[in-house]
């Protein structure tokens, strides 16, 4: 008989410095010694959790949702001193929190790495902000097998040498190693839509890349209202303005639409193509329009 037969399985959103400062811990340092957080009773020994360092904004998720290890539950909620070494991370001066206490539960990633965000992750949605999200087994080894799958070796990421961030990241680690992407050379750079125009190797004509750390954040930004049906910026036509295609590249693409339960626009309804950057380093592949 096992010994956790009635074994729960949770993500735990944290900030990602306070999952660095004690990463084998759920913690929550805001709640009162009187008052129990939210979910806390629900995880006992033997209860394994996913840490979720969350993205800052939900709307417009400009930091890219990474995670940072698996662990189970070897010490129930408490409340109590907060180790030294997570003290900086406090930001209002706390030197006490609620505190559950785990150790690393199988294989571990060597750095954080990005993922979807958890309604993706999950194909389902969940109260985005909700600390323990509460999952199955089944969900929990899922995540668990595309996690360690997705992970790059920090050494083949350009410029970088890690995972990109957030959007500002991505657009540096492309600015300073365009060459190796298969983009000739960079045009233009813009804060407005599109990012980039680019001359791709092997192609004669310019095109734009509009880059997004989740593909489909390009129409969480509003972008697919700035081309038109053929996937062409300008939509409309401007005195002396050729329109050219636009392309994402994107750290991670999640508009796959694999659940055709889900009905609504696509982000590949609406441009040339989506290149996965993540996926193109990983496979030593090279942007091919």
């Known amino acids: 008989m096992t010994r956790f037969r009635d074994r729960k399985y949770f993500i735990v959103k944290h900030p990602l410095d306070a999952l660095e400062a004690l990463p084998n811990f759920i913690w929550n340092s805001y709640e009162q010694k009187s008052k129990t957080p939210r979910l806390f009773a629900r995880v ?7 840490a979720f360092a969350y993205t800052t904004s939900d709307a417009r998720e400009r930091s ?23 003290l900086s991370s406090c930001t209002k001066g706390e030197t006490e929190a609620w505190l559950i206490e785990g150790r690393d539960c199988g294989q571990q990633p060597g750095e954080p790495v990005g993922v979807p965000p958890i309604n993706d992750l ?3 949605q969940s109260f985005n902000m909700a600390t323990l999200v509460p999952i199955s087994a089944q969900e929990f080894e899922k995540i668990r097998t595309y996690t360690l799958k997705a992970e790059l070796n920090p050494d083949i990421i350009p410029f970088l040498g890690r995972e990109p961030k957030s959007e500002q990241e991505l657009v540096a680690l492309v600015s300073n190693s365009y060459e190796k992407l298969g983009i000739e050379r960079i045009v233009r750079v813009q804060t407005r839509f599109p990012d980039f125009l680019v001359k791709i190797k092997g192609k004669a004509d310019e095109v734009f890349l509009e880059l997004e ?9 509003g972008h697919a209202r700035h081309v038109d049906d053929k996937g062409c910026f300008p939509k409309k036509s401007e005195r002396n303005t050729e329109k050219k295609p636009v392309a994402v590249l994107c750290w991670i693409d999640n508009d796959k639409g694999k659940n055709p339960k889900k009905i609504g626009l696509k982000v590949r309804d609406c441009v040339h193509r989506i290149y996965e950057l993540q996926s193109l380093i990983r496979d030593g592949r090279k942007i091919r329009w």
């Open 44 to 50: 006992k020994e033997g209860d394994r959790w996913i």
């Open 64 to 86: 890219l949702s990474l995670i940072t290890g698996f662990y189970e539950c070897t010490r129930k909620a408490r409340h109590g001193k907060i180790p030294k070494k997570a």
């Open 122 to 124: 999950l194909n389902r």
């Open 213 to 221: 750390l989740y593909s489909k954040n390009f129409l969480a930004h």
